[in-house]
């Protein structure tokens, strides 16, 4: 009986252990469920979200708080001085957390953790910063190819900017409740600057009120506002958008849209004229008629000149005729050499002038011709410099004089023909340079002269033409044609004006500098095409000066 018993006990002890044991694995599953459920936000930041992304995010345990946070990364998408040829932001440093150039290449793709092509194209939970980057991976490979970064800089090359990201991990601890998925970085400026370069345009553009909109080229990006954190970007590659075109008939799209990917460049974007540091000339805030009458108070104290812009502007609304000048004298050289990329964004209204129209070189050809011949070969080395560069420009390249011509190339031209206009600014550039450091002849002074009686020119050529004292037009428009001519009828002006603001040197200095500078800027316009503002969407191409250089953030969910 007794034996009975122990047996039966026995049995009943092991069942209850295994019950035990069975409870206590159970308990220690929801446990543990509990635990790893504290990892708040872990599943959002999987393969499926994040892509390749995804091989940071790491669990962390907390002791303190008895429960595990989750850390993720995230790039940092910011424009970083580039040098051409530089390939590392710090050659003594190569670890995996270091600043990383978007350029394109495998390498840089693969340390970006940015996955081939249509790899992820299926995935509509993947984080739209993922296919931003591979956007911009093929745009810097495609400004790559074009020679923009690959040759060696010399000391006139402009700083370039190009993508780089940073790696930044955080917590989603800290994550808004808003915030479903993990977000990249950027700032106001940046994401400015990066739209247009991919071949968009700023649809609106309010970034104080929570409004961003851009698209174009295949592109679009478009805002929402989040209180707790601020502006949440979201991005969209939708194929080639029926919204942009393309001037050039070669229907490479992407390669058509290329600017120039310089900081000076960006500037223009925001309404400003760089200037050039070499001939002391300032920067210029240009992008609303308001801040043009401000710029030409600067260069014209009476006030006269802005009197004139607001004159004719009550006929012409649209139209700063003469003003437009100061982008070619007031700008160094953007274009970079070896490249065959020329477009700028439109810093003002009205950019065109005399010194980019086809009747502008004719004339001051015939002209120059004129000068020389009246005064029987007795002119300057300089004059004579000047003619035979001309002439050599016209007889070898067809699209010197004719601008329709040069304005359907574009990123096409030849890069021949841009190597050639590129020396020929730099030539008339070293020899002003020297005017101004060795007799005493001030550029900005002769610059500011110069675009003070051009802002006239408009009127007085329509006077001439109604009077019938209307010069040679040479089959071309007649009033652009007279306003060339007027140009050398200034002459006498300026170089008494010259004189009263301190230059002591004899007129034919005076005329010397005019028609180098004249020169210099029918070579930086040959060199450069400048964007108009698109006419098929209500885009906004010239942004907010103030916006420039914001370090405003702004989220790329």
């Keep these: ?125 993947l984080v739209c910063w993922i296919p931003f980057l591979r956007s911009l991976h093929q745009l810097e490979e495609d400004l790559e190819r074009h020679g923009c970064y690959s040759s060696a800089q010399d000391q006139h090359s402009p700083w370039l900017l190009r993508p780089i990201i940073r790696f930044r991990e955080r917590s989603w601890d800290f994550m808004s409740p808003e915030i479903v998925r993990p977000y990249a970085v950027s700032n106001v400026s940046d994401i400015a600057v990066l ?85 002391s000339i300032p920067a210029f805030r240009v992008g609303t008629i308001g801040k043009v009458c401000a710029t030409m108070d600067i260069l014209d104290p009476s006030r006269q000149a802005s009197k004139k812009i607001k004159d004719i502007r009550g006929i012409e609304p649209t139209v700063t005729f003469g003003f437009s000048d100061l982008i070619p004298m007031g700008t160094g050289m953007l274009r970079i050499r070896g490249s065959t990329v020329i477009r700028l964004p439109v810093p003002t209204e009205y950019c065109v002038g005399l010194t980019c129209h086809t009747e502008g070189f004719v004339v001051f050809h015939h002209r120059l011709m004129e000068y020389i011949a009246e005064r029987k070969g007795g002119v300057d ?8 560069l001309y002439e050599d420009l016209k007889a070898q390249h067809d699209e010197w004089e004719n601008e329709d011509l040069a304005n359907e190339q574009i990123n096409d031209r030849s890069i021949v023909f841009l ?15 020297d005017l101004e450091r060795n007799h005493g002849l001030r550029y900005y002074d002769l610059m500011a002269t110069h675009i003070t009686h051009a802002v006239r020119y408009w009127g007085d050529a329509w006077s001439n033409i109604r009077e019938g004292k209307a010069r040679h037009h040479y089959g071309l428009r007649d009033w652009v044609a007279e306003g060339a001519h007027i140009y050398w009828d200034y002459l006498p002006e300026i170089v008494t004006d010259m004189q009263s603001k301190g230059f002591e040197g004899g007129a034919n200095l005076v005329h010397d500098a005019w028609i180098t500078m004249m020169f210099r800027a029918f070579c930086w316009w040959r060199c450069h095409y400048i964007v108009p503002a698109g006419d098929t969407i209500q885009d906004q191409s010239r942004l907010p000066s103030r916006y420039w250089d914001s370090k405003l953030p702004v989220y790329i969910g």
């Design 195 to 279: 739209a247009r370069r991919l071949g968009m345009v700023w649809v609106d553009f309010k970034p104080h009120d929570g409004v961003m909109r851009a698209e174009g080229n295949g592109h679009v990006l478009s805002s929402t506002y989040a209180r707790s954190i601020g502006i949440i970007l979201h991005y969209m590659h939708v194929g080639v958008s029926k919204f942009h075109r393309f001037p050039n008939p070669s229907g490479r799209a992407h390669e058509t849209a290329l600017y120039i990917p310089s900081q000076k460049a960006d500037m223009m974007g925001f309404g400003i004229i760089p200037g050039y540091d070499d001939l």
């Design 1 to 125: 009986m007794s034996s009975g018993t122990s047996s039966t006990d026995a049995n009943v002890a092991v069942v209850a252990l295994s019950v035990a044991l069975a409870a206590l694995f159970i308990t220690l599953g929801q446990l543990l469920g509990q635990y790893f459920a504290t990892a708040d936000g872990y599943r959002r930041c999987q393969p499926s979200v994040m892509g390749s992304w995804a091989e940071r995010t790491r669990l962390r345990w907390r002791w303190s708080q008895f429960r595990f946070e989750t850390l993720f990364t995230t790039p940092e998408i910011a424009l970083w001085a580039h040098y051409r040829g530089q390939k590392t932001l710090n050659a003594n440093r190569n670890t995996f957390d270091e600043p990383v150039w978007i350029t394109g290449s495998h390498e840089s793709r693969r340390r970006t953790l940015v996955a081939p092509v249509h790899a992820d194209s299926r995935n509509n939970e």
């Design 419 to 433: 190597d050639k206009a590129h020396d020929g600014w730099d030539e008339a550039t070293a020899y002003l340079v």
């Design 381 to 388: 080395h300089q004059v004579k410099r000047i003619l035979k």
